[in-house]
């Protein structure tokens, strides 16, 4: 059982804390690895295939409000993940480089405060090179930020313009530039099948980032998500044989320059896997605060699910008040077994099958019908230690992932 600190908060009643520790349909031996996310919710302009929930900033930043916010909401969480270390850190958006040199400070000084962090734990920002400033980022490092995730998307200038992105190809190379000076980790996301992109551009895009010899790589193939610009108005895209072709020759191209491909859109050189997103995909947990933000907490007999409230101004007015949760619903007994895969099943390498009991407490049998079916289609490897999918199995993941739906 995770001790409670009533002393810590009168904001969170104790009969709100004993809630979430009563017996309830699942016996967890141990609980997860706990990371922490953060979000940072406005951009300078919003990009037309952009799902995420961001603003675009219209005036002055309200920032010291917004950190208050973040650290009530972080005081009244304490109780629920009282006890347990923080791994990793991942301050996301949005865009978080636009968050004043003092602000991250104070930020990362709130947290230190507040939570026990593991000695090594990863601290990542994500950053959008139109808001690079090299003193600025050498503050963030000094602050504690020790790995970026700078979002490139393309170097070419056209594409980038029809992404809708603030920068170009020039302020793409002098961000990596500024970065590999203040930080040793730092991963490059990449977009491709763009609006009119050939494989030639693609591969110039890829060829580039080798270049810069990043510790990290994220391939994304460009989607067209609902509620967004691109869906209401959709570009012309490379058709699946061209975007095959990419994907291809982003399989070689990475994996001749030493990268090892260990998650759907992931490449990384040997020990510079991304430690938050693979607490993810193994069904860690994570709390998260901030506007928008989605939080995974395990309980010795539960599994609990929240989502903050998503427009800034609420989530400022409702955190202050003490309530900055939304949404919060229990993950039902039924629908673990398909959480756990739909996560665990995006690893190139699989996961082994011990670790299913793990992080649900539910037998592996539950799961066995739909472990057959995968394995007779081709879909899946499975041995007595580890499951994983394919070549055919990744290649078609979601139906990968849709076999172990729940009735």
């Known amino acids: 059982m995770i001790p409670i600190r009533p002393d810590i908060l009168q904001a969170v009643p104790a009969r709100v804390v004993e809630s979430y520790l009563k017996p309830g349909l699942l016996n967890l031996s141990a609980l997860p690895p706990l990371s922490l996310y953060v979000h940072f919710p406005w951009c300078v302009r919003k990009c037309p295939y952009c799902d995420f929930n961001s603003h675009e900033q219209d005036g002055a930043l309200p920032e010291q409000d917004y950190l208050d916010a973040l650290r009530a909401d972080l005081e009244q969480a304490l109780p629920l993940i009282w006890g347990r270390k923080i791994h990793t850190i991942f301050i996301g958006g949005g865009t978080p480089s636009l968050m004043s040199a003092q602000g991250m400070d104070r930020l990362l000084s709130d947290i230190r405060t ?5 000695a090594d734990a990863e601290i990542t920002m994500e950053a959008n090179p139109g808001t690079f400033e090299a003193e600025k980022f050498i503050s963030f490092a000094a602050s504690g930020i020790n790995r970026l995730s700078i979002g490139i998307q393309s170097f070419n200038s056209d594409h980038l313009q029809a992404l809708g992105r603030i920068h170009d190809g020039d302020e ?7 970065a590999q000076h203040s930080f040793a980790n730092f991963n490059l996301d990449l977009m491709y099948a763009l609006p009119n992109q050939t494989l030639t551009q693609a591969e110039q895009d890829l060829q580039t980032a080798l270049s810069f010899a990043p510790p990290h790589l994220s391939l994304y193939h460009l989607t067209l ?16 044989d061209a975007s095959a072709a990419m994907q291809q020759m982003i399989s070689e191209f990475t994996a001749a320059a030493g990268y090892e491909h260990y998650e759907v859109s992931a490449f990384a050189k040997s020990g510079r896997r991304a430690k938050h997103n693979l607490n993810y995909w193994e069904f860690g947990d994570y709390l998260g605060i901030g506007a928008g933000a989605h939080s995974k907490l395990s309980f010795p007999h539960r599994i609990v699910r929240q989502a903050r409230y998503k427009q800034p101004a ?9 309530n900055a949760i939304h949404e919060e619903a229990e993950v039902g007994r039924d629908e673990l077994g398909f959480e756990f895969m739909l996560n665990a099943l995006r690893l190139t390498g699989g996961f082994e099958s011990r670790l299913f009991a793990e992080r649900t407490s539910l037998p592996m049998q ?3 019908p739909a472990l057959q079916q995968a394995e007779a289609k081709g879909l899946l490897m499975v041995d007595y230690k580890t499951i994983k999918p394919t070549e055919l199995g990744q290649r078609f993941l979601n139906d990968l992932q849709q076999l172990f739906l729940p009735d």
Request: no cysteine; aromatic share 8%.
């Open 114 to 118: 507040l939570l026990p962090l593991d």
């Open 172 to 178: 793409a190379r002098r961000a990596i530039d500024i």
């Open 225 to 240: 998500e609902p509620n967004t610009v691109f869906a209401k108005f959709p570009p012309a895209v490379p058709d699946d």
């Open 314 to 322: 609420s989530y400022i007015q409702q955190a202050m008040a003490g």
């Open 366 to 368: 539950l799961i066995e």
